[in-house]
C-alpha cells in the first residue's frame, strides 16, 4: 500500500537545514534546523537575501557562482559537499557544508535552488587545531633533527 508523503512534514522536520531561494537568491523556505543553525527565526529569514548568511567578503564569489547555476541550470553541488564559512545571526562565524537542488519550472528553467545545510563549526574548529598541533609537532622534529 502506498503512503502520500508530507513534503511540509518532511521539510520541518529535517534535522539538516532546508533552505529554498528564487532566482535572485531571496529564502523562500528556511525550516526549523535553519534557524537552529543560523539563529534567526523564519520569519526573519522568509523574503531576505542569502546575504543574511552570507560573510560579506564571500558575497561577490558566492554570487557569481549563484548566478552562473541560475543562468546554466548546473551545478556541482548536487552530489559533492560544498564547505564554506557563514554568518550566525549573532556575528560569530559558522562552517557549513551543504548539496544544492535545482528546482525547475515546467519549462525547465530553474527556479531556484534547495540546500540541505549541516553545522561543522565544531569539527572545523577541531580539524584546525589538529593542523596547529601537527605543524607544531613537525616544526619540533625539524629542529632536533637540525641540532
Known amino acids: 500500500m502506498s503512503q502520500s508523503v508530507d513534503y511540509a512534514q518532511l521539510v520541518a522536520r529535517a534535522g539538516d537545514g532546508i533552505v529554498v531561494s528564487d532566482p535572485q537568491g531571496v529564502i523562500t523556505v528556511w525550516n526549523h534546523a535553519a534557524e537552529r543553525i543560523f539563529g534567526f527565526s523564519e520569519a526573519e529569514a522568509l523574503g531576505q537575501s542569502l546575504d543574511l548568511i552570507t560573510p560579506e567578503r564571500h558575497r561577490q564569489h558566492h554570487w557569481a557562482g549563484y548566478d552562473k547555476t541560475m543562468r546554466t541550470g548546473e551545478t556541482r553541488y548536487g552530489a559533492d559537499v560544498l564547505r564554506v564559512p557563514a554568518l550566525h545571526k549573532d556575528g560569530r562565524p559558522l ?7 535545482l528546482m525547475l519550472g515546467p519549462d525547465n528553467t530553474v ?9 561543522e563549526t565544531q569539527k572545523w574548529n577541531e580539524e584546525r587545531q589538529m593542523r596547529r598541533r601537527l605543524a607544531e609537532l613537525e616544526a619540533q622534529a625539524a629542529q632536533t633533527v637540525a641540532t
Open 95 to 101: 562552517s557549513i557544508a551543504f548539496t544544492v537542488g
Open 111 to 119: 527556479t531556484g535552488i534547495t540546500a540541505v545545510i549541516r553545522d
